[in-house]
């Protein structure tokens, strides 16, 4: 999956007018997988050369050039606080949309978009400041867990740095 436009696909869906169908993309960072709703998401592209910001948060590797817009790309690993590794092959930048701009995550690996009932996602567990600040639910899934994560929380904070680097 190198690709993906999230804007041709609808994020919630009604079946049988009782249940409520959320899409996720999928990806995962270190061993823990995540998920974002996919109308979030403009694509899924392969890892380029970035170009460094002075001055910029230390988790925002730098800015692409993505169809003739400038966008911040936030390393997700620095972001929660992981160790790095070296990119690979399955490396990934996912593009999404947050409010007043489009930045860009990198992200270890995109599994699937996955089709999930709504019912199935529940509050994440308080487990300290991360989950204050990123989490916004787990989805319980057959054989695993899934971490929501809330785009515009982790934006939150001292990030509107980015945000003022990312208009300047």
Known sequence: ???????????????????????????????????????????????????????????????????????????????????????????RIVVLEVPNMVLGFIVDSVSEVLRISADTVVPSPRLGKIEKEFVSGVVKLEDRLLILLDVDRIMGGPETQLRSAAKA
Do not use: W
């Open 1 to 91: 999956m190198d690709e993906h436009n999230g804007q041709s696909e609808i994020a919630t869906q009604s079946h049988s007018g009782a249940e409520h169908l959320l899409q996720i993309v999928s990806f995962k960072v270190g061993t823990e997988e995540f998920g974002l709703d996919i109308l979030r998401v403009q694509a899924i592209i392969r890892l380029q050369d970035l170009t460094r910001v002075p001055n910029s948060p230390d988790f925002v590797d730098g800015v692409i050039n993505l169809r003739g817009k400038v966008i911040p790309i936030i390393a997700l690993r620095k972001r929660f606080g992981l160790e790095g590794q070296a990119h690979d092959k399955e490396t």
